[in-house]
């Protein structure tokens, strides 16, 4: 039975001697902030040529000016982590889980092919994430909706709570079980692709059938790192309050603190720790 | 080992060379994004005083009208740089500092003396500020001001409304019906010097909202049938079949009139945003009809 005191520590041990493992995390985060700062100069030129047009029409001109396009902000960058996610994030959660896999099998780590082999699957990498950053967002947008519509329908109590605490705190929670569900079931569906060699539909299956296996492991392995990122959320529910009572560039700020969180830590740990226990429980 | 250290090197500068040319080129352009964030800083501190101003120190006034006053002087064809040299005049007046607040106002006017609506607003400010300080003369010497040298301007045609509206906040009838005479005459030269035109319309609009507040109904409907006949073709007939009806339902006490406007108004708009209001209301008097003549 593989513990998840091994598992950490065995990601511990990896990390330690292999800074390598960093290496697809901080290209990611390295995209992730060249897009961030695209969108924080989408309001200036010459940018603004390109990129003012769609806002405009999207969201308004409002949000072409100071300081109201801080607003949009979060949901501008959460939804190019989105697109990065589905585009390139696939490829190199590929290439981690790759990296994992040669230290657990201790072969010479080989970056060019590790990248080719990465690259030979990736349209079921992409498929992979897609579908599961498609179903988490349609299940966050349907979440949202009933709430809204069942309060907007006249009912101002949901089990003795009010729609603040509903719409506020709680939508949270709930998008964040959500996240964490979600990620889980679809978690070894990459490793299953890339190291059993199975088919996508049989990855996906087979992820979800491990995850049923490992359940309470796999939530701790997941959910724990996500935890960090709460006070991150709180944050960015409320765009206004930071800009009225700090300063605008605050909102941007925090973006770029979510990012490094995102990005460095969280993905970071979430795949390495559940690639391990993969790797471990499927060893024994 | 070695290739990695220089992959993640080389990361870095990629980054560094990305944001430091882009937060430059941002940087030294002067758009209207890098003046709005100029100004909202000093706005920031401007705000502050206004929401506490007997707690702020003199110093601290002193300091964002001196802010203002360079934000003004280096974008002044921005509106923000208007906004600022109004928001200095409205700091002095809120530090109860009438006599600067007001010279501020007068250059404004001069400052810019192209622009009528501009002029008129310093004007009403003028006036306000005397009415702030119980100074109803001096406040009325600048509203007549503006009726009389800024017309045709926004605030030149809310004038003559906003003096009756002052003397019935005061409960002084007299000089209230008077005030709203007077706006009536105001109103129909400036509709008699643009006929049947957008002005015109309005005019006639607020000619008979003054009958309506000094309760000539007659008159008021007058103007809004002779209205009807003047536009006809010309513009949307809704708000005024809306107006009469109400006049009819509400002051006049005539359902039988009312529901006859409200016929027309669903013959003539079916598609229009009140057809469910005005069909309820026609089902409301006619029932109410009906029950008053059961025996």
């Not at chain 1, 990012?259 to 969280?266: A, E, G, Q, T």
């Not at chain 2, 010497?141 to 926004?154: C, G, M, S």
């Amino acid at each position: 039975m593989v513990s998840l005191k091994r598992v950490y520590d065995r990601t511990t041990q990896s990390i330690k001697g292999n800074p390598v493992l960093f290496l697809p995390f901080a290209i990611f985060a390295a995209l992730e902030f060249i897009s961030l700062i695209t969108i924080y100069l989408a309001p200036r030129m010459p940018l603004k040529l390109l990129l003012g047009p769609p806002i405009r029409a999207l969201w308004g001109e409002k949000f072409l000016h100071y300081p109201v396009n801080f607003i949009l902000i979060p949901k501008l960058a959460s939804l190019a982590r989105m697109g990065l996610t589905v585009i390139l994030g696939s490829f190199l959660t590929g290439v981690a889980t790759l990296l994992v896999y040669n230290l657990h099998k201790k072969t010479k780590i080989d970056l060019k092919k590790v990248f080719n082999l990465a690259l030979k699957k990736y349209v079921s990498l992409f498929a992979i994430v897609l579908l599961f950053t498609l179903l988490f967002y349609l299940l966050d947008k349907v979440t949202s909706k009933l709430l809204i519509k069942y309060f907007v329908s006249g009912h101002t109590r949901l089990l003795f709570l009010g729609p603040k605490i509903w719409l506020g705190p709680i939508l949270i929670c709930l998008n964040f079980i959500l996240a964490v569900i979600v990620q889980s079931a679809f978690i070894y569906a990459i490793p299953i692709l890339l190291i059993e060699g199975e088919t996508l539909t049989k990855a996906i299956l087979k992820s979800f059938a491990l995850f049923k296996k490992l359940f309470v492991k796999t939530i701790i392995l997941v959910g724990l790192p996500m935890l960090i990122y709460i006070p991150i959320i709180v944050l960015q529910s409320d765009s206004a309050f930071l800009i009225t009572r700090l300063f605008p560039e605050a909102v941007l700020l925090t973006a770029i603190l979510s990012l490094i969180i995102n990005s460095l830590i969280i993905d970071f740990l979430i795949t390495l720790t559940t690639t391990h226990l993969y790797l471990m429980h499927r060893d024994e | 080992m070695n290739n990695l250290i220089f992959t993640f090197k080389k990361l870095i500068f990629i980054i560094g060379i990305f944001t430091c040319t882009s937060l430059t080129l941002s940087g030294c352009a002067n758009d209207e994004y890098a003046i709005e964030a100029r100004y909202w800083k000093v706005k920031k501190q401007a705000e502050k005083i206004l929401s506490n101003p007997h707690t702020t120190p003199p110093n601290e006034l002193e300091r964002t009208v001196i802010n203002l006053n360079k934000f003004s002087d280096k974008f002044p064809k921005s509106n923000l740089g208007i906004d600022a040299d109004f928001s200095i005049a409205n700091l002095y007046i809120v530090k109860e500092n009438y006599d600067s607040g007001r010279a501020q106002l007068r250059k404004i006017i001069q400052k810019y003396e192209k622009s009528k609506d501009l002029a008129a607003q310093a004007l009403f400010l003028i006036g306000n500020s005397y009415e702030l300080q119980d100074n109803w003369p001096g406040a009325l010497e600048q509203y007549k001001k503006i009726t009389r040298d800024y017309t045709e301007t926004i605030r030149g045609l809310e004038i003559p409304i906003y003096i009756a509206q002052h003397y019935k906040t005061k409960y002084e009838p007299d000089k209230m019906i008077t005030a709203f005479q007077e706006a009536i005459s105001h109103y129909k030269a400036i509709a008699a010097k643009h006929p049947v035109t957008p002005l015109a319309f309005n005019m006639d609009m607020l000619v008979a909202q003054c009958y309506s507040e000094i309760k000539d109904w007659p008159s008021a409907i007058d103007t809004l049938n002779s209205m009807l006949a003047a536009y006809k073709g010309k513009v949307g007939f809704e708000e005024i079949l809306l107006s009469l009806s109400s006049i009819y339902s509400q002051k006049l006490n005539n359902p039988a009139k009312t529901i006859e406007i409200l016929e027309v108004l669903l013959k003539e708009y079916p598609k229009s945003k009140y057809t469910n209001s005005a069909k309820e209301m026609i089902k409301r008097l006619s029932a109410h009809g009906n029950q008053n003549h059961i025996p």
